[in-house]
Every structure is written in structure tokens, then in C-alpha cells.
């Protein structure tokens, strides 16, 4: 209850006045000498006592009366929104109501049985009803093609709902300030008496980084006297673990060998994550799982070691269920081959004693029995190559290349897909490959670290730099410590070529490895030399990894990816001239386009807006090859909006964030309702007199 | 100090106003001299009875000629006898008797008291006093005249309300004391059992005695006007009881009536009347409204 005159309550505190009175009388005692004791003393002996009950009822009818007096005189009301149950609250004459429906991908999160989107489409719906002649109601896809839709009664309920079904989920992120230009343009031609707009959105943070840029319009529909509601269809719990990307860091790998599968998970939840796990299967069979844990907001590198037989593989990284569940599993697509040709390009040099060659090493450990199974190697001295066609890799350290045809040959070998390792030779120096690596790798060589080698100074490789997926073993020291390897020298370089990325540094910040792409082919520059004559790297545990590594990694561009990001277009390389059709993870199947180049073939497909697994196959149904299309949407970050950003985008639109369909009711009510209850009082204060009067007749 | 006449004790009004009133017995009562009270004999009187056979040596004034005439045979008129009678006025001194604040139920029945006394010298009947409490206390001689009355009063002012009461043994003195019918005023508050009190003066009644209670009280003692929880201190026994008036004064009213409706019907039952007086100002009024009415009743 509330009072419209507080001040008259203080009236009531005249209740305790019949309580003190009686208290004060009952404390006073008076002696009396009486002339009928007799008559007492019968009364007592006969009668029963009154019970003292009695007296404290009419105590309390009398100290309750002028308390109900003093409520009644302070205007007592009771509060009422009076809600109504069927439909939103019209207000005064005609309507025109604007619905912004978010239709981003993050509304597919869960919402108790449905999604958000479900439940926005939903109170779309409830908006629209109870139109009269004269409303107009508009709905606004915030992602998406630009389209507004525009209802003017009488419409039926039916075309309404195919309507708002038509308004799909859409990958691209929201543009609020678009829509809310077309909502003013909406107000600005309507002459209702009464204009709302209601946007229908889980208000994540990701969707308002830029929440200044809507301040011009929010300002402008305020001034057209547009009542704003924003109503939040997000739980503030909700929590997602985001399957971010993963990989090997190459989609051709080398049966025998153990790559590291890499999981980035991210947590876009506002709690810590525990007991998390993340699935690996292959053909619904789990090979591997991990549990991991994250705090809100962390991101972790999960890391499964993998060894796959020769063929295609299609794997599957899955995450547990939770609020968003678009972004909870990544399918891969990897190819494991059997051999690998690698091609050691070296120069004799006359020594006394030692290796011949600075590739010595390379060929040592990669003639290593483990390693002969897996690479076919061959060995070629001085500038003169037969033939690449066939060579996976080629290493080369210690043999001049600027102004050689070899370097020419490389190139072209480079372009076309072919994969080179170069290491720096102390002897051969700058001259022998500065111009090569330029073009090829976009590096910009320097002068040596030191002067003079001096085998007292020594830097090492800072592991942390590795964060390349095929090289982050190094950093989490899998298999052995490449920081222990001493590095007495290197050369200094500078990185200038656009697709040139350091996969690791030294303890300096110098370069250590840069990698390229060129053409289709990758060129991977160690920035110290392939012998132990500038580091010790070549006689420690982790080298023969890193070769490994370097070797996966440049090999990586010799065949077209097959696993690609959402909207690239899929190109591989085929043998037949079959006719082939890809299906989609929808469901739709496409005709796939061959396109010839030479004695070559390749399917190209451009249909790749659905993440997930897409199977190409022949006329007769038969698999041909598999591919995967992954999303790289930041849509998965599903967290609300900051306290500041929230502040700021209320008092934009002079509004308060509604998170029921109930709260939104009774936002849109005009005013209260106010019951009064002065009459009621003052009656029962009468009715208390009355009572009063006749009890003390009665008993007393 | 004695008083040394009626109006140093009543107003002068209140003794007009007594003038008016006759005290007289419902009942017929033996007397030495003939006054205005009917006798158990018949005798010369205005008032005729009935015929009688004429008897050689009776009267010839007394032969009813008409009757005779009539019916040819001689008979004698009968009258009857006035004869005054013996008012015995007895008051209760007992202790509870002293209730009251400016006027006690004792100074209120004392001057009822005077009333009739005064009433009683106006008709030359003869009167005598007594007081009692737990026993007869006080007593003047049977008597009349201005004289006897200026005692009697003199008595009365000078009684002091003490002790406790007690019908049964009071009035059993009593009893031994007066021989003759006549007329009893009894003025008391009748703070015993209403049928000890019935009792304790139905012998009188039965020996042909008019017998009159008056039950005195005072007007707080019926309507126990108090809100404090008093002490209420017996004026004859000073036994203390601690009462909370608000919550018993119903109760405490109703047994106030009760107790003397039971008197009264038990006072009718033995052929005695009863009457209530409320100690007021107007004392002369409450036991004249008496008087009349019994003089409308009875007279």
C-alpha cells in the first residue's frame, strides 16, 4: 500500500493512546473502604472471572480505530500496472511499432526449451497483435539482405507468421545503424498518435563495439516522441565454449608419424568452464578426448597427438553441449601420405675434417632408420637439378643461388607448389641467396649477429615464439627442449615480403625462421646455419622434430588445402573428367565446375556459405574426395554487453533493458493504476467503532 | 449536640412536606388508645362493620331503625375500633453504614429516620428507637410526644456507625424485647444473606407486625464507578480485595440486583415489605414516594 499524504500517518501513532491509558490505570492502585463487600465477595465467589482477554480485544479495537483513521486521512492507494493478458499494451489512438528482430547467428544460442531467435520471432508475433485500422507494424532484420516489412491491418495471423519465418539466421553481423535510419524513416512517414520501436536482441558485446555510432539515430527517434524498449532475449549465465578453429597446422601428413592436432577453445561466458571435455572421432568412434577447464574469458590450445594410417581421413573435434551449439564442433579433412620426396641441394666443400656439406646434418638425421621410411631422399650436388616434378621439399643450405639458374628453377619449382627449406651458410655468406630470399621468402638479409663467432656468447631460440601449429610443440617441449640449443651466430634479417610470417625468434627478437608463401609453395629460411658451424642446434634432440616440422610445413603448399574458411572457394586438383557433384552439409547438391589446365584438372566449387562437411561425388554416387568448410565468425561470442555499454545504450534510448515478455507488458503500460483505498478505510473504521461499541455493551 | 427541635435536624420544607404523610399499619393491632389504626375489636367508631341480633341492655342508639323497617326485626350496628399503634423504628449502625462521601448512608438514614419519627409525633402514636449491628446497640423506651421525639432524635444524630452486622442475632434480641404488633421500620443496607435477613424478621410479621425493610445504598455501590484497580477495604471487616473494576463491573451490577431482588422476594414471601432507597439528596422525596404509595395501596 501507498499513501498520497504520508504526513497524516503520524495520526496513527494517537493507537497507542488507548494502550498507555490502560497501562497507566492498571499501574494505579487505589485503596478504597467499602460499604458492600458483602456483595463483592458474593460476585467473586460466584461469578467467573472476567477473562482479561476481553479487555485487551477493545484495547485493540480502540487503538486500531484511530490508526485506520490516520491511514484513511493519508490517502492510501494500492499500485497496479493491470497488465492485460491478450497482446502488448496499444496505448492512445493509433500505433505505429517498429520491431528491430536480431538475426544474428548468436541468437541461435539456447533459451530454456527454444533458441533466442525462436523466442524473438515469437514476441515479433505478439507484437502484432491487437492491430486496429490506422496501426502500422514494421519489422527490421538486423543481419543480413536490407529489407523492412511492413504490415498495415487488417493482416492475417497466417501471412504474419510465414513472414517473420521467412527472416532466417544470418552469419554476417548486425547492423544496427542501418536499421535504425530505416526505422526513422518509418516514424518520420507515419502520423500515428503512438510510435514505438522494440528491439528484439541478446545484446551481445560483440555486436556493439561500436555502440557511439547509433547515438545520432537513437537521439533522432527520441526526438520524434518514439517510446524505446529494449527488450534482452539472453540469459546473463548462459555459457559457451567455443570450438575457435583447429588444425594440424597442414592438411597433408605423413603416415607413421605423430602430428599434434590443435584445439583452440575459447570461453565467451561470463564463469569458469570445468569438466569440459572435447571429443576427438573419426566415423562416430571416439579416438580421443580431453578434458580441459577455462576461466570466463580465456583462451587454451588443446593439443591431441594424432597418428593416422595412409588414405583420407575426415576427423571430428567436438565439444559438450551448452548454450550455443554452432560452434561446438570443427570437421577436418586430412590427407596421410605414405612417403614424402625430399630433395638435398648441397655443395662439396674440401674439409680436413668433419662433414663435407653444411647439409650433412639435414641427411644424417634424415637417413636415420625411422625417418627412411618415411622419406624418400635424394641427394644433389652443385647447382644442377633433373627434375622437381616429383620432390616434395627442397633443402637447401650452403649453395649459392643469387644469379644461378638454379635459382630461376626454384622459383618456378616454388610457385607451382613445391616447398624449399633454406639455411644459412656462414661460408657461402649474404651474397650466395640475399637476392633469392627477397623474392622468395621476403626477407631483407642483414649482416651476421656477430662480427666474429664467438663460441663464450651464445643465444638461444625462444620456444614461446613458436606459435605456429606445426611448430607449437616446440613450445610446450613435446618431444625435446629446442630452447637448450646454443645459437653462437646468426644473421640478421628484416621481414618485408607481405605473406612472410616468423614461425620463432631468438632470445634477441631476431628472426629465427620466417615463412613464406609463394605462389602455391611455401619457403621456410632458418636464419642460423644447418651445421653445427653457428649453433648447436644440429646435435640436439629437437632437430631432427624441427625438421620434421619444417618439412610438413613447406611441403604444405604442394597440394591444395582441403579444408578452407566459409565463402573460400574450394579448388582441387582431379584425375578424372568425371562429371561431380558436391552436397552440402544442408543438404543441397550442387553440380561442381572442371575446369582444365593444361594436362591438369581441377574441381572448383563456390557454394561455401554452410560450415561443415561437404562430400563430392561421381555420377554414380561414389566418394570421390571429402572437404571442410569452417566458420570463422565471432559470432560464438555470445557474452552481454559491458555495465558501461549498457549504461551508455540506455540512456541513448532513454530506456531500461526488459528481460521477459512479462517486464515488456508493463514497460509499455502507460502510467499505473492506482486503487484507492480511502473509502475502504473509513468504513472499516466504522465498522470498528460499531464493533467496539457493541463488544463493550456486550461484555462489559 | 442534641437537638432541640425537629428542624435542627430536618428543613423546614421537608417538615411541610411531612405533614402530608400518614404512617399507619396495613394491619389491624391492638392499642391502649384509639388512634387511626384498625383494632382486632370492634368498638365506637365512624367506620361500620356489620349487624348484629339486638341483646337485651344494648344501647338503643345503636338499634338500625332503617333496618328494621326493613325487615322488621331489631339489630345493632357493629363499628370499628381505631386504635393508634407502636411504630418501632430500628437502624443499622453497623460499619457499612459509614460508606459514602458527602452523604453517608448513615446521615442519609438518619434523617429518614426523623422523618418518621416526626411522622409518628404528628399522629401521637408511640414510637421507640433502636440501633443494632452485630446485636441491638442503642435503644430509646417506647414513648411519645414532643419530648420522646426530641430524644429519639437526639439519639440518632449522636449514633456512630461501628461493628458488624448481624440480623439473625440483632433481631433475635429484638424480639425478645418487643411483646405488641405495631409497625417495624428496619433501615439498613442488608449486607447478609437476604434470606437471613427474611428470616431474621418474618417472626415479627408473624406475630402481626407490619414490617417495612428499607435496603439503603449508595449509588457507587451499585454501579462500582471506578476504572483503577482499587483496594477495596471492608468498612467492617478490613479484609482487602484487590478488584479490577473494569473487568467485573457487570458482573458486579448484576449481583448488586440480584441480591436485592432476592431480598425483596423473600421479604414478599413472609408478607413484609421491602423498599429500596438510593442514598441521594433527596431522602425525603424516596421514603415519601413510599409513604403515598402505600397509603394509595392500603389507606
Not at chain 1, 376 to 382: A, F, K, L, P
Not at chain 2, 92 to 101: H, I, L, P, Q, Y
Amino acid at each position: 500500500m501507498s499513501f498520497g499524504a504520508q504526513g497524516f500517518l503520524l495520526y496513527g501513532l494517537l493507537g497507542l493512546l488507548p494502550v498507555i491509558l490502560y497501562i497507566l490505570f492498571r499501574l494505579r492502585r487505589r485503596s478504597l473502604h467499602w460499604g458492600a463487600s458483602y456483595i463483592l465477595h458474593q460476585m467473586l465467589r460466584r461469578r467467573v472471572k472476567e477473562r482479561r482477554w476481553r479487555q485487551y480485544v477493545v484495547l485493540a479495537l480502540r487503538s486500531a480505530l484511530p490508526i485506520v483513521l490516520a491511514m484513511a486521512f493519508a490517502l492510501p492507494f494500492l499500485k497496479t500496472e493491470g497488465v492485460s493478458r491478450k497482446g502488448f499494451p496499444h496505448g492512445e489512438g493509433s500505433l505505429t511499432r517498429v520491431v528491430l528482430l536480431d538475426n544474428s547467428e548468436s541468437m541461435l544460442a539456447l533459451h530454456g526449451d527454444t533458441t533466442r531467435f525462436e523466442e524473438a520471432r515469437r514476441l515479433t508475433e505478439e507484437l502484432m497483435k491487437g492491430a486496429g485500422g490506422g496501426d502500422r507494424f514494421v519489422v527490421i532484420p538486423l543481419t543480413g539482405e536490407v529489407r523492412t516489412f511492413v504490415f498495415e491491418p487488417p493482416f492475417g495471423k497466417e501471412g504474419v507468421r510465414r513472414t517473420i519465418n521467412s527472416i532466417t539466421l544470418s552469419p554476417s553481423a548486425i547492423r544496427m545503424t542501418q536499421a535504425l535510419e530505416l526505422a526513422s524513416r518509418q516514424f518520420l512517414s507515419s502520423v500515428t498518435t503512438t510510435r514505438q520501436l522494440i528491439i528484439l536482441s541478446d545484446f551481445a558485446g560483440k555486436d556493439f563495439r561500436t555502440a557511439e555510432a547509433l547515438v545520432p539515430f537513437a537521439r533522432l527517434i527520441r526526438e520524434l516522441g518514439v517510446e524505446c524498449y529494449l527488450h534482452r532475449i539472453a540469459m546473463k549465465e548462459d555459457s559457451n565454449a567455443s570450438l575457435v578453429s583447429a588444425g594440424f597446422g597442414t592438411d597433408r601428413l605423413l603416415e607413421g608419424q605423430t602430428y599434434n592436432l590443435y584445439a583452440d577453445v575459447m570461453n565467451y561466458s561470463t564463469r569458469a568452464l570445468r569438466g569440459r571435455r572435447l571429443l576427438l572421432l573419426e566415423k562416430g568412434e571416439i579416438l580421443q578426448q580431453k578434458e580441459f577447464e577455462l576461466l570466463p574469458g580465456e583462451k587454451k590450445s588443446l593439443r591431441l597427438p594424432v597418428r593416422l594410417t595412409g588414405g583420407l581421413h575426415t576427423i571430428e573435434l567436438r565439444l559438450q553441449e551448452d548454450a550455443f551449439p554452432l560452434d561446438n564442433d570443427s570437421r577436418l579433412v586430412v590427407s596421410v601420405r605414405k612417403k614424402l620426396s625430399v630433395f638435398i641441394l648441397r655443395e662439396d666443400v674440401e674439409r680436413e675434417k668433419g662433414f663435407k656439406s653444411e647439409s650433412e646434418f639435414v641427411l644424417r638425421a634424415l637417413e636415420s632408420a625411422q625417418s627412411s621410411e618415411a622419406y624418400r631422399i635424394e641427394v644433389e650436388s652443385g647447382n644442377e637439378i633433373e627434375s622437381l616434378d616429383e620432390v616434395d621439399v627442397v633443402i637447401v643450405a650452403g649453395v649459392k643461388l643469387d644469379g644461378t639458374r638454379l635459382a630461376k628453377r626454384l622459383k618456378d619449382y616454388v610457385r607451382l607448389g613445391g616447398g624449399l627449406v633454406v639455411g644459412f651458410s656462414p661460408e657461402r655468406g649474404v651474397s650466395s641467396i640475399r637476392k633469392t630470399m627477397n623474392e622468395l621468402c621476403g626477407v631483407e638479409l642483414l649482416e651476421p649477429y656477430l662480427q666474429k663467432t664467438d663460441y663464450e656468447r651464445y643465444l638461444f631460440i625462444e620456444k614461446d615464439s613458436a606459435q605456429e601449429r606445426l611448430l607449437r610443440e616446440f613450445a610446450l617441449c613435446v618431444n625435446a627442449d629446442i630452447s637448450k640449443a646454443r645459437i653462437y651466430n646468426h644473421i640478421r634479417l628484416k621481414v618485408v615480403g607481405k605473406q612472410a610470417k616468423v614461425l620463432m625468434r631468438f632470445s634477441n627478437g631476431d628472426p629465427a625462421l620466417v615463412m613464406s608463401r609463394n605462389g602455391r609453395g611455401v619457403v621456410v629460411f632458418w636464419a642460423s646455419s644447418l651445421s653445427g658451424r653457428w649453433n648447436s642446434l644440429v646435435v640436439r634432440q629437437a632437430f631432427l622434430p624441427l625438421m620434421y616440422r619444417l618439412i610438413a610445413l613447406a611441403s604444405s603448399g604442394r597440394e591444395l588445402p582441403l579444408n578452407i574458411t566459409r565463402g573460400e572457394i574450394f579448388i582441387q586438383r582431379i584425375d578424372s573428367n568425371r562429371a561431380l557433384f558436391v552436397t552440402t552439409p544442408d543438404g543441397k547438391l550442387y553440380r561442381a565446375r572442371v575446369t582444365h589446365a593444361g594436362a591438369r584438372s581441377f574441381l572448383t566449387f563456390e557454394e561455401t556459405r554452410a560450415p561443415g562437411l561437404y562430400a563430392v561425388t561421381d555420377e554414380e554416387g561414389e566418394m570421390v574426395l571429402r572437404f571442410s568448410v569452417s566458420d570463422v565468425s565471432d559470432e560464438s561470442d555470445i557474452r552481454p554487453l559491458s555495465s558501461e555499454k549498457e549504461k551508455f545504450l540506455l540512456e541513448s534510448f532513454s530506456s531500461r533493458f526488459t528481460s521477459t515478455e512479462e517486464e515488456l507488458r508493463r514497460a509499455m503500460q502507460k502510467g499505473e493504476r492506482r486503487v484507492k483505498l480511502t473509502g475502504l478505510l473509513v468504513l472499516s473504521a466504522v465498522v470498528l467503532l460499531l464493533l467496539e461499541f457493541t463488544i463493550v455493551r456486550m461484555w462489559f | 449536640m442534641s437537638p432541640q427541635r425537629p428542624s435542627d435536624i430536618l428543613p423546614a420544607e421537608v417538615l411541610e412536606k411531612v405533614r402530608k404523610l400518614e404512617l399507619f399499619s396495613r394491619l389491624r393491632v391492638e392499642s391502649y388508645l384509639s388512634g387511626e389504626n384498625r383494632s382486632k375489636r370492634t368498638g365506637f367508631s365512624t367506620d361500620f362493620v356489620s349487624h348484629r341480633p339486638y341483646l337485651p341492655g344494648d344501647d338503643l342508639r345503636r338499634v338500625d331503625w332503617r333496618a328494621y323497617a326493613r325487615t322488621d326485626r331489631f339489630v345493632v350496628k357493629q363499628f370499628e375500633e381505631l386504635t393508634s399503634f407502636e411504630l418501632t423504628l430500628v437502624l443499622d449502625v453497623s460499619n457499612s453504614m459509614a460508606f459514602g462521601d458527602e452523604l453517608t448512608k448513615h446521615s442519609y438514614v438518619v434523617r429518614c429516620c426523623a422523618i418518621v419519627l416526626f411522622l409518628a409525633y404528628l399522629q401521637r402514636d408511640s414510637f421507640s428507637l433502636y440501633f443494632f449491628d452485630d446485636r441491638l446497640t442503642g435503644r430509646t423506651a417506647k414513648g411519645g410526644g414532643y419530648e420522646h421525639l426530641l430524644r429519639c432524635l437526639g439519639e440518632l444524630v449522636s449514633a456512630e456507625p461501628s461493628g458488624r452486622t448481624s440480623f439473625e442475632r440483632s433481631f433475635g434480641e429484638l424480639e425478645r424485647e418487643i411483646r405488641r404488633s405495631g409497625l417495624l421500620f428496619v433501615f439498613s443496607d442488608c449486607m447478609d444473606e437476604p434470606a437471613t435477613i427474611a428470616g431474621a424478621l418474618a417472626p415479627f410479621r408473624m406475630k402481626g407486625t407490619d414490617v417495612v425493610l428499607f435496603g439503603v445504598y449508595h449509588p457507587a455501590e451499585k454501579e462500582l464507578p471506578y476504572n483503577d484497580v482499587t483496594r477495596f477495604i471492608c468498612l467492617e471487616s478490613g479484609r482487602i480485595t484487590v478488584v479490577d473494576p473494569l473487568e467485573v463491573e457487570r458482573r458486579y451490577r448484576e449481583e448488586f440486583i440480584e441480591h436485592h431482588r432476592a431480598l425483596k422476594a423473600q421479604m414478599v414471601k413472609h408478607g413484609m415489605d421491602y423498599c429500596e432507597l438510593e442514598v441521594s439528596g433527596s431522602y425525603e422525596e424516596a421514603l415519601g414516594e413510599y409513604l403515598l404509595r402505600r397509603m394509595e395501596l392500603y389507606g
